[in-house]
């Protein structure tokens, strides 16, 4: 049976909180004059909360395929939402996005200063491959696990799409441009989110192959949802301060299509997700209903 949306959220957060201190330099008693922020910084952004749909995405994906949820998988899956956060600190700083909230909080930089926030995210950045490396699995999985997440965060993923927004930024741009503008920033770690369930549970080709095509529209859908609650959100909603894509003359759907094309678009991409649900559920013989739970996040 595979858990509620709620309890595997738990499970992540518990994970996090029992395991990431211990791979961060702590002072002693003795050495009490060297404490530095570091760790709470760190600790900081990744415990604000946060809806960890990246990690239970993957979980998710293992129960479904028959994986277990143990300590090994739990390490290599919980990796993703280090490395998420990592990019959520950077992206927030003075020369990216210049942000001052995040998930209903100050953001990083403001708390800490742009220097330690930005040590910060390289230190979970880091953290997450050695977590993805640094447990049980077959040695095969944790090589595939680890190849797949750096493609997905690296050049040819989501910094690539972070570059291609700042340098797009003011610039028009086609909605084919868009679209991979945002499956490299956003939608890259959501691929690699579903498809690393499949990796874990040792899945065929062919099954993989849906996995990521599942991961690519909900990504596609997570990007659209996000730049219309830009402009139909509230920031208690958002957690964020709303309204800054249009000021910033970012590239959104919104303000490419307008609003009603922008939903239609973020229909469009609902319904090939929920497609190739079906078609997974054809393909392996198992039920896909626990992703109906990810899918009811986009509400209008």
Known sequence: ?????????????????????????????????????????????????????????????????????????????????????????????????????????????CRFGAGMATLAGDGLLTLAFQWVSDNQLPAPVKVD?????????????????????????GRHLSLNQLRYLHRQKTGALIHYAVLAGGIITNQPTAVRQLLAKFGDYYGLAFQIYDDLMDVLG?????????????????NTYPGLLGVPAAEDQLHQALAGARQTQADLAQLTGRAFAAYDDFLAYFKL
């Open 1 to 109: 049976m595979v858990e509620s949306l709620t309890s595997l959220r738990k499970r992540v957060n518990d994970y996090l909180a029992a395991n990431l201190p211990a791979d961060i330099d702590q002072p002693t008693l003795a050495d009490a004059m060297l404490y530095s922020t570091l760790a709470d910084a760190m600790l900081y952004s990744t415990m604000a909360g946060g809806k960890r749909l990246r990690p239970t995405l993957t979980l998710a994906t293992v129960e479904v395929l028959g994986g277990q949820l143990n300590a090994d998988v739990m390490r290599a899956a919980t990796a993703l939402e280090l490395l998420h956060t990592y990019s959520l600190i950077h992206d927030d700083l003075p020369a990216m996005d210049d942000d001052d909230l995040r998930r209903g909080k100050p953001t990083n930089h």
């Open 145 to 169: 696990l680890t190849r797949e997440l750096a493609m997905a965060a690296g050049p040819a993923g989501m910094v690539a799409g972070q570059a291609r927004d700042i340098e797009n930024t």
């Open 234 to 250: 509230t920031t208690a909603q958002m957690g964020k301060e709303v309204g800054k894509d249009a000021e910033e003359h970012k």
